[in-house]
């Protein structure tokens, strides 16, 4: 039986027969109260009152049952205006349309948008007015009574906030947080450091282990330069990306860095000091090379630092630890590979849990995994979800489809067979919060890649010559996207 429910201020209104024969009705007086609920059914009205009553603002016709929420409480003349009251009014009218039952909205009452989490980082960069000089090259800045914070210093977590677990391989640390198992840097993601620092000059101490590795510093949540930045060339040397201040006072200081960077510690002179930057909203990102990255664009160096997981960082604002592993998906173990394993692996449910108090979890689906039925894909999907949720019931899971576009060795058809079958088993689990589709209505369009242009899409510019994975142009633009998304889904 449907509900007629009044929504508007006060906590109780009443029709009276003669407010009824003002508009030529014969009806008796009927009141909304707290006693039912502010709800009164609509067999009591005949079609005119109900006409009129919806046309009134303050009523929503359709409902079922009493209202769960409280009775608004009015908006006191001195504090806002009858306008902006109304407005409220209004806005808790459509809430309730919008979720069609006092459960939805109650439900709903308890979630907010992604959105509302969300700071993100400056896109004007840090004034140059105040940059003395900035360099990354092999030389060491040799500061008055250098002090070297060091990766493997025992108070090193009061010096700044990392967002992964070193694996010391040779004093030369590895970021391994995902799961697989060191070796070398196969299993190394992108990572960031966060701290405030006092006086006017600081260094970065980092290992290059390619040709040409990305990253990016942030100054008080404004970028330093306005591209991403690269190790000096040779394999395996010693870095330093020296930043000297016109001016001496503290800062804070984010470095985004690719995993294939091994970050050594902090430089700074013998009176400057070092302290750790407080948490953000901390998400953690389960997927493939997509999340990974680490894979060669050609002339714009190893992507990996200026990856999706970073680039999330940006938009947002948010913590992100990349758990991505290449050539994996919910199914697809890596083909043998050192250290890799599917999604729900013990090894990489392990690791989850192994992590800091996580604020959210975004699962990429994965092209790696058409090689298998799609049921048997689904299923696994699925018992995974089942046992993140069991193990963190109180983290939301945002489930994203497979990659968007044409992918070099993959099939198109088998590839969206998949993504729709993930996307539907998500929006139908009761363990994931939201899901974001890539593919459907695609992002990534047409069949060129970087260097090889065909003309009839966005792939031209957003698929490296790989011809499967994105440029960092494509990464960037793959994150606004998520983010996007992202910021609407509620949780």
């Not at 009927?30 to 609920?37: D, H, K, M, P, Q």
């Not at 409280?70 to 809430?95: F, N």
């Not at 729709?420 to 589709?437: E, H, P, Q, Y």
Request: aromatic share 10%; proline share 5%; net charge negative.
């Amino acid at each position: 039986m449907a509900d007629v429910w009044y929504v508007g201020p006060g906590s109780s209104y009443t029709i009276t027969t003669d407010q009824w024969a003002e508009h030529s009705i014969v009806a008796d007086t009927v009141i909304w109260t707290a006693a039912n609920g502010w709800s009164i059914p609509e067999s009591v009205f005949s079609s005119r009152q109900l006409a009129l009553l919806s046309a009134d603002r303050s009523f929503v016709l359709g409902q079922n049952g009493p209202r769960l929420h409280p009775s608004p409480t009015p908006v006191p003349l001195g504090i806002a205006s009858l306008q902006s009251a109304h407005a409220y009014y209004a806005a808790i009218r459509e809430l309730v349309q919008t979720f069609e039952s006092a459960e939805g909205l109650e439900a709903t009452a308890r979630k907010v948008p992604l959105a509302s989490y969300m700071r993100p980082m400056s896109k004007t960069p840090y004034p140059a007015t105040d940059v003395a000089a900035y360099t990354v090259d092999t030389t060491d800045p040799a500061y008055s009574d250098q002090r070297h914070y060091f990766f493997k210093d025992t108070d090193i977590e009061a010096r700044w906030r990392f967002n992964g677990s070193w694996f010391d391989a040779g004093n030369n640390p590895v970021n391994q947080i995902s799961g697989g198992t060191p070796s070398e840097f196969n299993n190394a993601t992108s990572y960031e450091i966060e701290f405030y620092v006092s006086g006017d000059r600081f260094a970065f101490a980092l290992l290059n282990t390619t040709v040409k590795d990305d990253f990016r510093i942030f100054v008080d949540d404004m970028p330093l330069t306005a591209g991403w930045d690269f190790t000096a060339s040779g394999l395996y040397s010693s870095n330093y990306a020296k930043v000297q201040f016109a001016t001496s006072r503290v800062r804070k200081v984010r470095l985004l860095s690719s995993g294939l960077i091994s970050f050594t510690g902090v430089l700074v002179p013998g009176a400057a000091a070092i302290w750790a930057a407080p948490p953000r909203f901390r998400v953690a990102v389960v997927g493939d090379s997509y999340v990974q990255g680490g894979f060669d664009t050609g002339s714009d160096g190893w992507l990996m630092g200026g990856g999706l997981c970073n680039q999330l960082a940006i938009l947002t604002g948010w913590e992100v630890l990349n758990l991505g592993q290449s050539n994996t998906g919910y199914v697809n173990d890596g083909g043998g590979t050192i250290g890799k394993s599917t999604y729900g692996s013990a090894a990489r449910l392990e690791a989850m849990a192994a992590l800091p108090p996580i604020d959210l979890v975004i699962i990429f689906g994965s092209a790696n995994d058409t090689g298998y039925a799609t049921g048997t894909v689904v299923a696994a999907a699925g018992t995974y979800w089942s046992a993140l949720k069991t193990a963190h019931p109180n983290i939301p899971i945002v489930v994203v489809g497979v990659e968007s576009g044409s992918l070099e060795g993959f099939s198109p058809t088998v590839m969206d067979t998949l993504n729709t079958a993930l996307i539907n088993a998500a929006m139908a689990s009761n363990d994931v919060a939201g899901a974001i589709d890539m593919r459907t209505t695609p992002w990534v369009t047409g069949t060129g890649i970087d260097g090889s242009p065909e003309g009839d899409g966005n792939a031209d510019f957003f698929i490296s010559n790989d011809g499967r994975h994105p440029t960092r142009a494509g990464a960037a633009c793959l994150a606004e996207r998520i983010t996007s998304e992202l910021s609407a889904t509620r949780v």
